[in-house]
């Protein structure tokens, strides 16, 4: 059973900087890719990045491009989104989802939606300020 859990969401400024991880347990690191969804009050929920367990390779929804980027440490089994720049905008609960690769990447670069993702963790709260 795939089990996720979020951490590090927070209050921060504008322009301000949080990495989130996304401790994972029961993913197969041969193929199951992590991504990192956000849902906005109000909003559907958005594909922000997806990582492939298995090789490492990464996608980065245009939307957040050049301030977000994803990485994996395998020792600990945890994906980390790092989120610089930070807009009021990006102000959302944080969520990561495991399946099988082509689904996660499918959902991601879909941009908003109803992923059909197997598992969730619980999400975490980033807050903005302007």
């Known amino acids: 059973e795939v089990h996720l859990v979020e951490s590090g969401g927070g209050l921060v400024q504008t322009g301000g900087s949080l990495r989130l991880s996304c401790a994972a347990s029961?993913?197969?690191?041969?193929?199951?890719?992590i991504g990192w969804f956000r849902q906005a009050p109000g909003k559907a929920r958005e594909g922000l990045s997806c990582?492939?367990?298995?090789?490492?390779?990464?996608y980065i929804a245009d939307s957040v491009r050049g301030r977000f980027s994803t990485s994996t440490d395998s020792a600990k089994n945890t994906v980390y989104l790092e989120m610089n720049n930070l807009k009021p905008e990006d102000t959302a609960v944080y969520y990561c989802?495991?399946?099988?690769?082509?689904?996660?990447?499918?959902?991601?670069?879909?941009?908003?939606?109803?992923?059909?993702?197997?598992?969730w963790g619980q999400g975490t709260q980033v807050t903005v300020s302007s």
């Open positions: 989802a495991a399946d099988v690769a082509v689904i996660v990447r499918l959902w991601v670069k879909s941009g908003f939606g109803s992923p059909d993702i197997g598992s």
């Open positions: 029961g993913v197969s690191f041969d193929d199951h890719a």
């Open positions: 990582i492939t367990l298995s090789d490492g390779s990464t």
